[in-house]
């Protein structure tokens, strides 16, 4: 079989600090998504094609996403794969079909809309927040969940009784927590900062987590992304490239992290070129080239199939 | 709503609006080129206006210009007022980009700053010609209006019969004038070496200096071309008001800004059927109300078509080969 | 002017400043305080040649210390709009002058609204909506004016934004002068009440000689709304801001509700906008259209800028430098405006990321700098 990973990427910085991943201490109670059964339909990308004024992007590209499945989207350069993350996360909408999430329509729909529904990403070249810290990039996506609003972070005055965790320890103050309660800003504050110290000590960088994003070594920027994308609780995560710049070190962890992220009860998504990696963490993959499905299947069927070969390869000049 | 007051006289508030409006025209031109090429609305602009303004009366006063000079001295004292405008608007214009926008554009500052220097600017210029120069020499400069010779006296030429409307020199000279500049800065842009360089720059910067263009000098050329275009209108706008103040430049500024934005910014012809419909309206908007609310039609113009039509009736696209 | 700022970050305040024990901050703040509240009263020298009333053309000090309160609220909400948010916005002088003419036509027993209700409803002449509710009015008014003015506008480009918002800011002034039959036109509405307070001296507590009761009053609020935009930049609402100023897009997609964050820093910049507008048109009891013209919101951006955006000490700062400077220097008021537009440029191409800038801008800036350094050395 041909090796069809692609040459180390020139924009890896080799000479960085050496990855080394810290052991996942997070606790996953935090962490665990509570969803349906598995096996059912999650997404459904319905004969979608998008155009460009003359250019066809995505043309009538038809597959579907099984909730709990990992399923490896690839294809040559071009091809249209991160064109498909942007309709499914609302930056595009389809010209002609539609995409469901748990058979409702939500093609045309906003992108923060979308992210609520449960659709996440991370992006091929890192559009992380820079002069953020990495605790407070996750943040953002912590409070993609609350329900805090404008009033309430300004004046305070929803109030709940949270639980042990959250009382205040002095006891002037847990008097007072204990009559009026806390506002519901502070508890999520506090519940958002906590969690988003479990996500990343579960990509495990938690490490740096004070240090800005900006500042951050390579593969932890790109970990990152993913707690970031994580913390907004998506049934479906979608993953661009990944592990681009990683040595097969760090794409053996971040098949690691792949999986673990399935056994929290995400469903995810894969953009890759490392062929190695996406025949290894996924259960299907779906082929694109030129903007059109071209195969769809197992990761053993789909390795094997002349017409990826063709893709990636190119026909041999005497060929038919 | 004087409804009278507007048909009765159509005809003649019809040719007031081309007038105003191809004033108004030519000082969008600088708006406009500038944002084509550096997205970047230049706040300066309208002081560069009226320092042609005052380059004009300067002129006639070394000339020694007076009403009622023979024809060959009339003809002398305005070209030489069209050049030294020019000259004195062009480098302005060019001064405020070397000095303000230049040192900006090194430290990559954000957009709001290069607004925020141009506004400085623009008070530093005004205040120059209503306070330093006040304080250095005395009158004419200051805050008051001050009188320009009427060097072309108003003759009317002929009348258009059946209409009855009166067709007077400063009128031709002026719309006459306005239509030959744009006209052959159309003709710049398009078809000259350098008109294809600002066309480029306009279109993708990064690109054009890969292909060998300057893009230095293609916006010191565009800051020359806009401000000798604003001299030419300070000309015209002696021409028809024969006054000038020290803060002229804020409403005409203004009103060409608004139809710079009406045709469609970055777009060259858009400034000249931006200008001539905003001149048409304003005009018509006097006669059907009282004159007071005159300004408030340029915002409001201007509010609206941003919030509706931001790109402007011919589209944002110095870039592009037909306007 | 760069050992200046280098002996100055030697000096680290800002670190020792938050390193200090929390007691240590809380003291001193209240220190400054206090001391603010005692300005008014300032006469021990050299200190108080600070005064701007010592020669006999000098305004009345406290009169000045006020004016300084009120643009210092002017500057925290316009910091919301554009340091936090990054919204540009050239017409903040619009809200200010809703709120003063929501207090002159809705408190002024002589505004034709009034006298309009009067008359329908057969009320004395003295008659006219009490202070205490012309305040929520004013806050209405000017919140709805933010509403309508930022819904349909915040999704257009920056420099866009900026050029509609000056044009709003001039259609009120000028709607206010021409609109004689609501506003009075250009001769402005007299008899705009103050707020209650009990009889001094034969006087009412609020008067134009005992102005420093009006600062005391300006100063409180100040404090209240500076400590509320401090709770929102230290919670979700400011992350969002932050977010959104970052990388919209990226932020919209991680489910951050960008417009709606952005209508709010509008709508809350308006409120304090109109607030600041109602204490001016109050503590002058006349409001005319040509205390509102298009340099007041060049000023108001102008204190923001260069104090340094994104920074409340920064932008009090710059209220400060630009009310106080001016007044303390009266005899000079006809280099005024070109000092002013001279300090503009200066500030801008020297330090365009203002005099005290937060500790994000100044980075944000340092970053844009080496970027484009790097692609002039590419080009």
């Given amino acids: 079989m041909p090796d069809l990973s692609k040459p180390e990427s020139t924009t890896h ?105 449960g659709i996440a990403r991370t992006f091929q070249n890192i559009r992380l927040f820079p002069e953020m810290s990495a605790l407070e990039n996750v943040m953002v996506g912590c409070d993609a969940r609350h329900k805090t609003s404008v009033l309430g972070a300004l004046f305070r005055a929803y109030r709940i009784r949270p639980d042990e965790a959250d009382m205040p320890t002095s006891p002037l103050r847990r008097k007072f927590a204990q009559v009026f309660g ?42 990152l992304e993913i707690a970031r994308a994580l913390a907004t609780e998506p049934e479906l995560i979608c993953l661009d490239e990944p592990a681009a710049g990683f040595n097969p070190a760090e794409k053996e962890d971040l098949m690691d992290l792949i999986r673990r992220i399935r056994d929290l009860g995400h469903t995810v998504l894969v953009i890759e070129h490392d062929m190695k990696l996406v025949l290894g963490v996924t259960d299907r993959i779906v082929v694109l080239e030129f903007g059109q499905k071209i195969a769809e299947g197992s990761p053993e069927d789909v390795a094997r199939d002349p017409k990826v070969i063709a893709a990636y390869l190119g026909e041999p000049d005497d060929a038919a | 709503m004087d409804w009278n007051n507007l048909f009765s006289g159509l005809d003649r508030h019809t040719l007031d609006g081309i007038t105003r409006g191809s004033i108004y025209a030519l000082v969008a031109l600088g708006y406009t080129m500038v944002y084509g090429v550096m997205k970047l609305i230049n706040f300066a602009h309208s002081e560069v206006f009226m320092v042609g303004t005052w380059a004009v009366l300067g002129t006639y006063t070394v000339f020694g210009a007076t009403t009622g000079m023979g024809l060959g001295m009339i003809i002398l004292a305005t070209f030489a007022a069209l050049l030294v405008a020019m000259l004195a608007s062009a480098g302005t214009a060019l001064a405020v980009e070397r000095i303000a926008y230049r040192p900006l554009r090194k430290k990559g500052a954000p957009p709001l700053i290069f607004l925020i220097t141009g506004i400085g600017c623009s008070i ?172 408030v039609f340029a915002f409001v113009v201007l509010v609206l078509v941003l919030m509706f039509r931001p790109t402007g009736l011919l589209g944002e696209s110095l870039g592009k080969a037909r306007a | 002017m760069s050992t200046v700022s280098d002996a100055y970050r030697g000096l680290r305040l800002g670190d020792r400043w938050n390193q200090a024990p929390q007691w240590t901050r809380r003291v001193g703040m209240l220190l400054v305080i206090a001391f603010a509240f005692y300005l008014p009263f300032l006469n021990i020298l050299p200190f108080a040649y600070i005064r701007t009333d010592l020669s006999s053309s000098g305004s009345d000090w406290a009169s000045v210390l006020f004016l300084v309160v009120v643009y210092m609220i002017v500057a925290v909400g316009l910091n919301v709009v554009i340091g936090l948010a990054g919204l540009l916005d050239l017409g903040y002088v619009g809200f200010y002058a809703l709120g ?41 008014i000017a919140l709805v004016a933010g509403v309508i003015l930022g819904a349909p506008t ?66 409180t609020i100040l404090i209240i709304l500076i400590w509320m935009a401090f709770r929102l930049e230290h919670s979700r609402v400011g992350r969002a801001w932050l977010a959104i100023r970052e990388d919209e897009d990226a932020a919209a997609i991680m489910g951050v509700a960008a417009f709606k964050y952005k209508l709010w820093a509008f709508a809350i910049g308006a409120t304090l906008g109109g607030l600041a507008g109602l204490l001016f048109g109050s503590k002058q009891q006349y409001v005319e259209p040509n205390a509102f013209m298009v340099n007041l919101s060049f000023l108001f951006v102008a204190m923001v ?72 050395a590419d080009a």
Wanted: hydrophobic share 45%; aromatic share 10%; with cysteine.
């Fill in chain 1, 182 to 223: 806390v506002s519901r800003h502070t508890v999520e504050e506090r519940s958002g900062r906590r969690k988003s110290m479990e996500l990343l000590k579960f990509v495990g960088i938690a490490d740096r987590a004070h240090e800005l994003s900006r500042n951050l070594p390579y593969g932890y920027q790109r970990r």
């Fill in chain 3, 100 to 140: 003063a003419y929501s207090v002159a036509l809705f408190g002024s027993p002589s505004s034709p609204v009034v006298e309009a209700i009067q008359a329908k409803f057969g009320l004395s002449e003295e008659w006219a909506v009490p202070f205490a509710i012309c305040i929520p009015i004013a806050i209405l």
């Fill in chain 2, 124 to 295: 530093v210029l005004v205040e120059v010609f209503g306070q330093v120069l006040r304080a250095f020499f005395g009158p004419p400069f200051g805050r008051v209006l001050v009188d320009i010779p009427i060097v072309l006296p108003t003759k009317v030429l002929f009348t258009i019969p059946g209409i009855d409307l009166a067709i007077s020199n400063t009128r031709v000279i002026i719309i006459l004038g306005a239509i030959i500049m744009m006209v052959a800065l159309d003709f710049f842009v398009n078809k000259s070496r350098l008109g294809r360089g600002v066309r480029a720059v306009a279109q993708d910067p990064d690109t054009a200096s890969l292909m060998g263009v300057n893009r230095e000098r293609v916006i010191m050329l565009v800051f020359v071309l806009g401000g000798a275009m604003a001299g030419v209108a300070a000309l015209l706008y002696t021409i028809q008001y024969d006054s000038t103040k020290f803060d002229v430049g804020f409403i005409i500024g203004l009103k060409a800004f608004t139809a710079a934005v009406l045709g469609g910014i970055g777009n060259l012809r858009g400034a000249l059927v931006g200008g001539l419909i905003l001149g048409i309206v304003e005009v018509y908007g006097s006669a059907l109300w009282d004159s007071s609310w005159t300004n």
């Fill in chain 3, 154 to 219: 915040l999704r257009l480009r920056g420099d866009y934004l900026a050029i509609v918002t000056l044009g709003f800011g001039e259609i009120i002034r000028i709607t206010a002068r021409n609109l004689d039959f609501v506003t009075n036109g250009a001769t402005g509405i007299s008899g705009v009440p103050v707020p209650p307070g009990p009889e001094i001296d034969g006087r009412a507590f609020f008067n134009t000689i005992d102005a420093h009761r009006w600062y005391w009053l300006a100063l």
């Fill in chain 1, 13 to 117: 910085h080799a000479a960085d600090e050496p990855l080394t991943v810290a052991p996942d201490t997070s606790d996953h109670d935090v962490l665990t998504m509570d969803v349906g059964p598995e096996g059912e339909t999650l997404l459904e990308i319905d004969h979608v094609t998008l155009r460009f004024g003359g250019v066809v992007a995505l043309n009538d590209v038809n597959f579907s996403i099984k909730r709990g499945e990992i399923l490896g989207l690839i294809g040559p350069n071009g091809a249209g794969k991160t064109t498909c993350f942007n309709v499914m996360t609302g930056v595009y909408t389809p010209t002609s079909g539609e995409v469901r999430l748990s058979g409702k329509v939500i093609s045309g729909t906003k992108p923060h809309k979308i992210n609520a529904l």
């Fill in chain 3, 305 to 376: 800028v260069i104090g340094g955006s994104g920074n409340v000490y920064g932008v009090l700062l710059g209220a400060f430098l630009l009310t106080y400077l001016p007044e303390r220097f009266r005899e000079f008021q006809e280099w005024r405006p070109f000092a002013f537009g001279l300090a503009l440029v200066v500030v801008m191409i020297l330090r365009p990321q203002g005099l005290v800038p937060s500790r994000r801008r100044a980075r944000e800036f340092e970053d844009r700098k080496v970027e484009a350094e790097e692609a002039a």
